[in-house]
């Protein structure tokens, strides 16, 4: 059974620091796209970062650019997303998704398909 537990969230003061983790299980996912979107209330699921099999790609969104750093280990089957320079409109419920749809793939996609496994969701709050 394939499983994504998203860890590391939490409330830090704006400027602040988290970094969040994403443990996968159920088959190994080192040949896998892997990324982070993320959900404010009232608005729709967004795309942050994401990562290729190989490390060899990331993306960011515009709004994480420089601040945010996503990152993968793969013998540990393990993704993670460092957050620097946090920022109120940063809060928001953040899911780890994978695409294992295509093996070694370059390409990394920033809208939810054809991520087709997501993680529960993990709540990061930024307060001012």
């Known amino acids: 059974q394939v499983q994504l537990v998203e860890s590391g969230g939490g409330l830090v003061q704006a400027g602040g620091s988290l970094r969040l983790s994403c443990a996968a299980s159920?088959?190994?996912?080192?040949?896998?796209?892997m990324a982070w979107f993320r959900q404010a209330p009232g608005n729709e699921r967004e795309f942050v970062a994401g990562i290729n099999w190989s490390t060899s790609n990331t993306e960011y969104t515009d709004s994480v650019k420089g601040r945010f750093t996503i990152s993968r280990d793969n013998a540990k089957n393990t993704v993670y997303l460092q957050m620097n320079s946090l920022k109120p409109e940063d809060t928001a419920v953040y899911y780890c998704a994978a695409d294992l749809t295509a093996r070694f793939s370059l390409l990394i996609g920033k809208t939810r398909y054809p991520y087709n496994y997501w993680g529960q969701g993990t709540q990061v709050t930024v307060s001012s």
């Open positions: 159920g088959r190994t996912f080192s040949s896998y796209t």
